[in-house]
């Protein structure tokens, strides 16, 4: 089967950022004079909620910080994610967070040969663009048909809906597509979309329940770097290229 598109996500997988992200919340929550902090372990379990606003409530809920007892909850949480998002920036633009291995030779080989390339993530649209920006190309967000981001659909990950967003924008079939991936939650996404999936993990992922994924890699190697497979296996090379992703789709 020829490959038509490869629909990335993008936190965990393009590059690893939610290190910055949880940096940005707890900055976000020293600046709203609130003694939160979540600490890496915390934020392991935290991750299991997609979306930064939903994240922040989740936490509430189940953690029940001290906070100042407010009427206006919704926009308490948008108030503090706002801050969180404007130091996300800020630290994007202050250095170039380096992609993960194979990424940009994937996306550019994609290009060469015609394969489309989407993006399908809940983490907010502007981040999405700057981190391409910095850390891809000035140009790289025009190379995808299509960025799903974010609020743009009513049920984040693990609900298929962004990938079915994205699916739709690009006119896409999904038998003829390839989703990558790394974590649970995105996992489920790209599943209940009927996509194909290839998960590279990382640190806060690697425990996590991959069934359906017909490859779990720690990363898409390169020439230089090989590639492990945890599941499934790559068929030729030590690193995932565009024949390796068409095998899969046989
Ligand atoms: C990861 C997420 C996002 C980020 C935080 O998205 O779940 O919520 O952790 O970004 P994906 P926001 O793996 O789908 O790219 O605070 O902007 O949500
Ligand atoms: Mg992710």
């Known amino acids: 089967m020829k490959l038509a598109a490869l629909i990335f996500d993008l936190d965990g997988t393009i590059a690893e950022t939610e290190e910055i992200h949880r940096q940005a919340f707890n900055y976000a929550f020293r600046k709203a004079g609130l003694n939160w902090y979540w600490s890496r372990l915390l934020y392991g379990d935290l991750l299991s909620v997609t979306g930064g606003k939903e994240r922040i409530r989740y936490f509430i809920d189940q953690?029940?910080?001290?906070?100042?007892?407010?009427?206006?909850?919704?926009?308490?949480?948008?108030d503090l994610h706002q801050a969180k998002t404007e130091k996300f920036h800020e630290t994007l633009l202050s250095g170039c967070i380096p992609l993960r291995p194979g990424v940009k030779r994937l996306v550019q080989?994609?290009?060469?040969?015609?394969?489309?390339?989407?993006?399908a993530t809940t983490t907010t649209a502007s981040n999405v663009t700057i981190l391409l920006e910095t850390s891809l190309d000035a140009a790289a967000p025009g190379w995808f048909d299509v960025i799903a981001a974010g609020n743009v659909v009513p049920r984040k990950k693990p609900a298929p809906d962004i990938y079915e967003y994205a699916l739709k924008?690009?006119?896409a079939d999904p038998g003829s597509c390839l989703a990558i991936e790394d974590s649970e939650n995105g996992l489920r996404a790209s599943l209940g979309?009927?996509?194909?999936?290839?998960?590279?993990?990382?640190?806060?992922?690697?425990?996590?329940?991959?069934?359906?994924?017909?490859?779990?890699?720690d990363h898409l190697g390169e020439p230089n770097q090989a590639a492990t497979a945890s599941v499934g296996q790559l068929a030729a090379n030590t690193y995932v290229d565009l024949k390796e992703l068409a095998l899969l789709l046989d």
């Not at 080989?109 to 993006?119: F, K, N, P, Q």
């Not at 990382?202 to 490859?215: E, I, K, P, R, V």
């Open 63 to 78: 953690y029940s910080p001290a906070f100042p007892k407010l009427d206006r909850l919704t926009e308490f949480i948008a």
């Open 109 to 119: 080989e994609a290009r060469e040969a015609g394969v489309h390339l989407g993006i």
């Open 169 to 171: 924008a690009m006119g």
């Open 193 to 217: 979309a009927g996509l194909k999936t290839v998960v590279t993990t990382n640190q806060y992922t690697q425990a996590h329940d991959f069934s359906g994924a017909c490859l779990v890699l």
